[in-house]
């Protein structure tokens, strides 16, 4: 365990930035999970704008690469 004072606290802002990140990732998930189970097509397609900026915010928050993102993209949306 860490004995300086900024390294405890490093060790805090590391942990508060873990849970949100994984927040964030993990709402998206489950909104992408909702959309493949979607049967209706006018249902499905009130998702894609939402499901698009989600992951467009994980990419500013550097939470995935944005190849990545364009990769999700491309499968979901064909």
Do not use: G
Not at 6 to 12: M, R
Not at 21 to 31: D, G, L, V
């Amino acid at each position: 365990m860490a004995n300086k004072k900024s390294a405890l606290k490093q060790i805090k802002k590391n942990n508060f930035k873990r849970k949100k990140n994984k927040y964030y990732s993990k709402s998206t998930r489950t909104i992408i999970k909702k959309f493949k189970l979607e049967l209706d097509k006018k249902k499905k397609l009130n998702y894609i704008p939402k499901i698009s900026s989600l992951i467009d915010k994980l990419v500013k928050r550097k939470i995935i690469h944005k190849n990545k993102s364009n990769r999700l993209k491309k499968k979901l949306f064909k």
